[in-house]
T-cell receptor, first 112, second 111 residues
Framework: ETGVTQSPTHLIKTRGQQVTLRCSSQ?????VSWYQQALGQGPQFIFQ???????GRGNFPPRFSGLQFPNYSSELNVNALELDDSALYLC???????????FGPGTRLLVL | QQQVKQSPQSLIVQKGGISIINCAYE??????FPWYQQFPGKGPALLIA?????SEKKEGRFTISFNKSAKQFSLHIMDSQPGDSATYFC??????????FGSGTKLNVKP
């Protein structure tokens, strides 16, 4: 088991709503990356945070946004939810400059 | 478009057999190639990884073979066990730890 935790584990929202997902990184890690994993697919990179700033972004619209806090924990915010946003959202923590990243168990979001 | 292509989509292997999963990439900027194992309801866990200056890496029953000129790499699981039944993902990294994942291979090892 990694030290990366995510909350909540499951979430149901309706189209148009907003959602906030949370991630606590493993002790000593200063970088958090967020991924979206649709059913039956591999994780897709959303963005990465390092030193409280966005440090790289995948092909996701601006309604996907994030924050990183001084203790390196992070939030993923999604506005104006769409049905296609239904997925498992994973965060991964790592140390900048090192390749290994550790994933949390994910938050499963269902948009109705 | 898919930056890392993975095959097969699913694989059934008898206990004790060899499981082989293949991945291919196009972008020569990738500099690190990990394999992840994911069980239902869990996040992916790092299994083994390789850098492009090495052609093979072995850790226990798991081996990565890497062919830089062909831009292909594969995972071999020797003496496959029912406990290895999971979904396996290859991935490739660009700068700032931005990873691109394959679409996954669901492995079923029959007792």
């Amino acid at each position: 088991e990694t030290g990366v935790t995510q909350s909540p584990t499951h979430l149901i929202k309706t189209r148009g709503q907003q959602v906030t997902l949370r991630c606590s990184s493993q002790s000593g890690h200063n970088t958090v990356s967020w991924y979206q994993q649709a059913l039956g697919q591999g994780p897709q990179f959303i963005f990465q945070y390092y030193r409280e700033e966005e440090n790289g972004r995948g092909n996701f619209p601006p309604r996907f946004s994030g924050l990183q806090f001084p203790n390196y924990s992070s939030e993923l915010n999604v506005n104006a939810l769409e049905l296609d946003d239904s997925a498992l959202y994973l965060c991964a923590s790592s140390t900048q400059g090192q390749e290994t990243q550790y994933f949390g168990p994910g938050t499963r979001l269902l948009v109705l | 478009q898919q930056q890392v292509k993975q095959s097969p989509q699913s694989l059934i292997v008898q206990k004790g057999g060899i499981s082989i999963i293949n991945c291919a990439y196009e972008n020569t900027a990738f500099d690190y190639f990990p394999w992840y194992q994911q069980f239902p309801g869990k996040g992916p866990a790092l299994l083994i990884a390789i850098r492009p200056d090495v052609s093979e890496k072995k850790e226990g029953r798991f081996t990565i073979s890497f062919n830089k000129s062909a831009k292909q790499f594969s995972l071999h699981i020797m003496d496959s066990q029912p406990g290895d039944s999971a979904t396996y993902f290859c991935a490739a990294r660009k700068v700032f730890n931005k990873f691109y994942f394959g679409s996954g291979t669901k492995l079923n090892v029959k007792p």
